[in-house]
């Protein structure tokens, strides 16, 4: 099992739509995220100055993430999901070409 933190802006008109999204995530997204073994995946929302932040976390338990998450961009249901979210969100510069949440580094896990 592989931990991952990733970090995102999130736009501050979009903030309420945002919330309201993830307070009924679609039981086909769900499904998909579980597919591609995802597991105990939260998303956190922080305010800090006047921008918001998403912060993500969850464990992998598969053994290719990249097939897996090729595998989720591919599904019609996520895809439409997607078209929602996505303008929420505010990359980050400092995102990697390829990227959309920024990968974070693990500093320290404890048990």
Known sequence: MTRYG???GLRAAKVKEYKKLHAAVWPG???MIWKCNI???S???HKL???FYLFSYFEYIGENFKADMLKMAADPETQRWWTFCIPCQ???KSR???EWWVAM???FHCK
């Open 96 to 98: 990697k070409k390829g």
């Open 29 to 31: 997204v769900l499904k």
């Open 43 to 45: 998303i956190y929302l």
């Open 39 to 41: 597991r105990n995946y």
């Open 90 to 92: 505010k990359p980050l």
């Open 105 to 107: 580094e693990e500093v």
């Open 49 to 51: 100055g006047r921008d």
């Open 6 to 8: 990733m970090v995102i």
